[in-house]
């Protein structure tokens, strides 16, 4: 079974700065693509970033130029470095990975969210 885990939320200030990771973990299985999604109370969740195996990264145009996503295949790790960071950047955080499985089948998974809060 492949599961993901999220860390490095957190409560910062704005104009601060966080990095989440997401590793995943189990046998059997290729992701081809990783991206994080976030959910705002009382709004919809919204991609904000991802990464294809080929390093290809596509941002939402709020977050362009203030977070960066990235990779680590050794590892099956993705990154999400934000900085200037603002109050409406506060939601849970959610990671996905979707790939496929070595006994057939596509693989499409997420994380149980962190939590990222910006407030002074």
């Known amino acids: 079974q492949v599961q993901l885990v999220e860390s490095g939320g957190g409560l910062v200030q704005p104009g601060g700065s966080l990095r989440l990771s997401c590793a995943a973990s189990?046998?059997?299985?290729?992701?081809?693509?990783m991206a994080w999604i976030r959910r705002a109370p009382g709004n919809r969740r919204d991609l904000v970033a991802s990464?294809?195996?080929?390093?290809?990264?596509n941002y939402t145009d709020s977050v362009k130029g203030r977070f960066t996503i990235s990779r680590d295949d050794a590892k099956n790790t993705v990154y999400l470095q934000m900085n200037s960071l603002k109050p409406e950047d506060t939601a849970v955080y959610y990671c996905?990975?979707?790939?496929?499985?070595?006994?057939?089948?596509?693989?499409?998974?997420w994380g149980q969210g962190t939590q990222v809060t910006v407030s002074s």
């Open positions: 990464i294809t195996s080929s390093g290809n990264t």
């Open positions: 996905n990975a979707v790939g496929s499985r070595w006994t057939g089948g596509n693989l499409d998974v």
């Open positions: 189990g046998i059997g299985f290729s992701i081809n693509y």
